[in-house]
Protein backbone atom coordinates (compact mmCIF):
# COMPACT_ATOMS: atom_id res chain seq x y z
CA UNK A 1 0.00 0.00 0.00
CA UNK A 2 1.19 3.77 -0.42
CA UNK A 3 3.42 4.93 2.21
CA UNK A 4 4.71 1.37 2.97
CA UNK A 5 8.14 0.25 2.55
CA UNK A 6 7.43 -2.14 0.05
CA UNK A 7 6.15 0.68 -1.85
CA UNK A 8 8.66 2.90 -1.55
CA UNK A 9 11.07 0.37 -2.54
CA UNK A 10 9.05 -1.00 -5.60
CA UNK A 11 8.99 3.14 -7.04
CA UNK A 12 12.64 3.14 -6.21
CA UNK A 13 13.31 0.16 -8.41
CA UNK A 14 10.94 1.73 -11.01
CA UNK A 15 12.83 4.95 -11.18
CA UNK A 16 16.33 3.35 -10.59
CA UNK A 17 15.48 1.14 -13.86
CA UNK A 18 14.00 4.21 -16.00
CA UNK A 19 17.55 6.46 -15.29
CA UNK A 20 19.90 3.16 -15.73
CA UNK A 21 18.03 1.77 -19.20
CA UNK A 22 17.95 5.84 -20.48
CA UNK A 23 21.63 5.87 -20.30
CA UNK A 24 22.33 2.32 -21.56
CA UNK A 25 20.40 3.21 -24.38
CA UNK A 26 22.56 5.62 -25.74
CA UNK A 27 25.31 3.05 -25.91
CA UNK A 28 26.64 1.17 -29.04
CA UNK A 29 25.63 -2.03 -29.65
CA UNK A 30 29.28 -2.87 -29.40
CA UNK A 31 29.33 -1.23 -26.07
CA UNK A 32 26.29 -2.87 -24.54
CA UNK A 33 28.14 -6.52 -26.00
CA UNK A 34 32.13 -5.62 -25.12
CA UNK A 35 33.08 -7.95 -22.52
CA UNK A 36 33.57 -6.35 -19.01
CA UNK A 37 34.70 -7.56 -15.64
CA UNK A 38 31.32 -8.14 -13.82
CA UNK A 39 29.57 -11.44 -12.67
CA UNK A 40 27.95 -11.12 -16.14
CA UNK A 41 30.60 -10.56 -19.26
CA UNK A 42 27.88 -7.35 -20.27
CA UNK A 43 26.18 -5.06 -20.19
CA UNK A 44 23.36 -6.53 -21.91
CA UNK A 45 23.87 -10.09 -20.38
CA UNK A 46 23.60 -7.79 -17.07
CA UNK A 47 19.91 -6.61 -17.88
CA UNK A 48 18.81 -9.74 -18.91
CA UNK A 49 19.38 -11.60 -15.93
CA UNK A 50 17.79 -8.72 -13.72
CA UNK A 51 14.75 -8.80 -15.96
CA UNK A 52 14.37 -12.47 -16.06
CA UNK A 53 14.66 -12.60 -12.18
CA UNK A 54 12.13 -10.24 -12.15
CA UNK A 55 10.08 -12.51 -14.24
CA UNK A 56 10.39 -15.22 -12.06
CA UNK A 57 9.84 -13.76 -8.81
CA UNK A 58 7.36 -11.53 -9.92
CA UNK A 59 5.61 -14.43 -11.31
CA UNK A 60 5.87 -16.48 -8.59
CA UNK A 61 4.08 -13.85 -6.50
CA UNK A 62 1.48 -13.21 -8.50
CA UNK A 63 1.07 -17.10 -8.34
CA UNK A 64 1.27 -17.05 -12.51
CA UNK A 65 2.65 -20.49 -13.16
CA UNK A 66 5.44 -19.72 -15.20
CA UNK A 67 8.00 -20.55 -12.36
CA UNK A 68 11.30 -21.63 -13.94
CA UNK A 69 10.38 -21.19 -17.18
CA UNK A 70 11.22 -17.41 -16.68
CA UNK A 71 14.51 -18.64 -17.02
CA UNK A 72 14.28 -20.74 -20.19
CA UNK A 73 15.79 -18.09 -22.58
CA UNK A 74 18.53 -16.26 -20.62
CA UNK A 75 19.29 -13.54 -23.17
CA UNK A 76 15.59 -12.64 -24.13
CA UNK A 77 16.25 -9.10 -25.61
CA UNK A 78 19.13 -7.96 -28.03
CA UNK A 79 18.00 -4.32 -28.30
CA UNK A 80 17.75 -2.24 -25.30
CA UNK A 81 14.20 -0.77 -26.80
CA UNK A 82 12.50 -4.18 -26.25
CA UNK A 83 14.07 -4.77 -22.72
CA UNK A 84 13.38 -1.27 -21.52
CA UNK A 85 9.97 -1.74 -22.54
CA UNK A 86 9.66 -5.25 -20.73
CA UNK A 87 11.18 -4.07 -18.07
CA UNK A 88 9.16 -0.60 -17.62
CA UNK A 89 6.24 -3.62 -18.01
CA UNK A 90 7.74 -5.52 -14.95
CA UNK A 91 8.28 -2.38 -12.84
CA UNK A 92 4.85 -1.26 -13.66
CA UNK A 93 3.26 -4.99 -12.46
CA UNK A 94 5.42 -5.30 -9.17
CA UNK A 95 4.77 -1.19 -8.26
CA UNK A 96 0.87 -2.24 -8.92
CA UNK A 97 1.57 -5.58 -6.50
CA UNK A 98 3.12 -3.44 -3.81
CA UNK A 99 0.39 -0.73 -3.80
CA UNK A 100 -1.76 -3.01 -3.14
CA UNK A 101 0.02 -5.27 -0.29
CA UNK A 102 -1.60 -5.12 2.74
CA UNK A 103 0.21 -6.40 5.79
CA UNK A 104 -1.51 -9.81 6.41
CA UNK A 105 -0.77 -10.72 2.36
CA UNK A 106 2.83 -9.86 3.26
CA UNK A 107 3.24 -12.52 4.92
CA UNK A 108 1.23 -15.03 2.84
CA UNK A 109 3.40 -18.00 2.27
CA UNK A 110 4.57 -18.33 -1.61
CA UNK A 111 6.28 -21.39 -3.03
CA UNK A 112 9.96 -20.76 -5.17
CA UNK A 113 10.56 -23.86 -7.62
CA UNK A 114 13.98 -23.49 -6.97
CA UNK A 115 14.74 -26.37 -9.64
CA UNK A 116 15.83 -30.01 -9.36
CA UNK A 117 12.49 -30.83 -7.92
CA UNK A 118 13.07 -28.37 -4.40
CA UNK A 119 10.75 -25.94 -3.27
CA UNK A 120 11.20 -23.58 -0.60
CA UNK A 121 8.78 -21.77 1.42
CA UNK A 122 8.61 -18.04 1.79
CA UNK A 123 6.60 -15.10 2.42
CA UNK A 124 5.84 -12.21 0.04
CA UNK A 125 7.88 -9.64 1.95
CA UNK A 126 10.85 -12.10 2.12
CA UNK A 127 10.91 -12.51 -1.65
CA UNK A 128 10.30 -9.16 -2.21
CA UNK A 129 13.18 -7.72 -0.17
CA UNK A 130 14.97 -10.42 -1.38
CA UNK A 131 14.46 -9.07 -5.12
CA UNK A 132 14.39 -5.24 -4.69
CA UNK A 133 18.21 -6.39 -2.97
CA UNK A 134 18.92 -8.44 -6.06
CA UNK A 135 18.37 -5.55 -8.28
CA UNK A 136 20.35 -3.05 -6.41
CA UNK A 137 23.35 -5.49 -6.40
CA UNK A 138 22.88 -6.23 -10.43
CA UNK A 139 22.45 -2.63 -11.08
CA UNK A 140 25.52 -1.71 -9.27
CA UNK A 141 27.77 -4.18 -11.57
CA UNK A 142 26.01 -1.78 -14.56
CA UNK A 143 26.55 1.32 -13.03
CA UNK A 144 30.38 0.30 -12.64
CA UNK A 145 30.42 -0.99 -16.15
CA UNK A 146 29.19 2.24 -17.48
CA UNK A 147 32.30 3.64 -16.56
CA UNK A 148 34.01 1.78 -19.02
CA UNK A 149 32.05 3.44 -21.87
CA UNK A 150 30.94 6.49 -23.39
CA UNK A 151 28.15 7.21 -21.54
CA UNK A 152 28.46 8.21 -17.83
CA UNK A 153 26.79 6.42 -15.18
CA UNK A 154 23.34 8.14 -13.54
CA UNK A 155 22.56 9.52 -10.38
CA UNK A 156 20.43 6.27 -8.79
CA UNK A 157 20.71 7.79 -5.29
CA UNK A 158 18.71 10.75 -5.02
CA UNK A 159 15.11 9.81 -4.44
CA UNK A 160 12.89 9.64 -1.52
CA UNK A 161 13.62 13.34 0.19
CA UNK A 162 11.85 16.26 -0.80
CA UNK A 163 15.66 17.91 -0.88
CA UNK A 164 16.43 15.45 -3.72
CA UNK A 165 13.40 16.70 -5.91
CA UNK A 166 15.64 18.95 -8.02
CA UNK A 167 18.16 15.56 -9.25
CA UNK A 168 15.25 13.59 -10.23
CA UNK A 169 14.47 16.07 -13.06
CA UNK A 170 11.56 15.00 -15.20
CA UNK A 171 11.79 11.31 -13.77
CA UNK A 172 8.45 11.12 -11.95
CA UNK A 173 6.65 13.09 -14.73
CA UNK A 174 7.83 10.51 -17.16
CA UNK A 175 6.97 7.58 -14.97
CA UNK A 176 3.85 9.35 -14.74
CA UNK A 177 3.66 9.91 -11.10
CA UNK A 178 3.02 12.91 -8.86
CA UNK A 179 5.25 13.35 -5.69
CA UNK A 180 7.03 10.95 -3.43
Sequence with gaps: MPGTAFFHQARNNAWSNHRLLAVC????GDELKAKRTSFFPTI??????ILIVDWYYIDTL???GRGRDCFVDKNPFSDMAALSDAQ???D????AF???LSESDAM???ELDRGKGVIARETVSAVLSHLFVHQIHHRGQVHAMLCGTSQNPPQLDEYHLDCDAEFRGTDFHDLGWNGV
Excluded: F, I, Y
Design 62 to 64: LAG
Design 44 to 49: LQTLNH
Design 25 to 28: SRLS
Design 88 to 90: SQS
Design 98 to 100: CEN
Design 108 to 110: RPV
Design 92 to 95: HTLL
